[in-house]
């Protein structure tokens, strides 16, 4: 459910000159959204954690990399994305 709507999302955006650094980082950021949630959910419940507390701190530090993107980078074409640690 969460990939597809992912793909939806990304579909309906438009990806011509007017799709900016901004757009990628946003669609970036909300594919991730969900293991957000998904951790919190799990601590709020006291249910085991999915991630490792390492792989959590990557992941935070992944999407604090794609928050600070624009401030490094202007152009679509010339960022350098960060790596996703969960991929």
Known sequence: Y???????YQ???????EYTIRDERNFRLFQTDWI???HQEQQLLS???SLSDQKLQEFLTYRQ???DITQTYTSL??????VNPLE
């Not at 969460?2 to 939806?8: H, T």
């Not at 074409?77 to 960060?82: D, E, G, H, N, Y």
């Open 11 to 17: 579909e309906s955006q438009p990806k011509g000159p």
């Open 77 to 82: 074409s010339t960022a350098v994305w960060p």
């Open 36 to 38: 957000i949630q998904r």
């Open 47 to 49: 249910l085991p954690h």
């Open 65 to 67: 990399a794609l928050r």
């Open 2 to 8: 969460i990939k597809d709507c992912c793909i939806r």
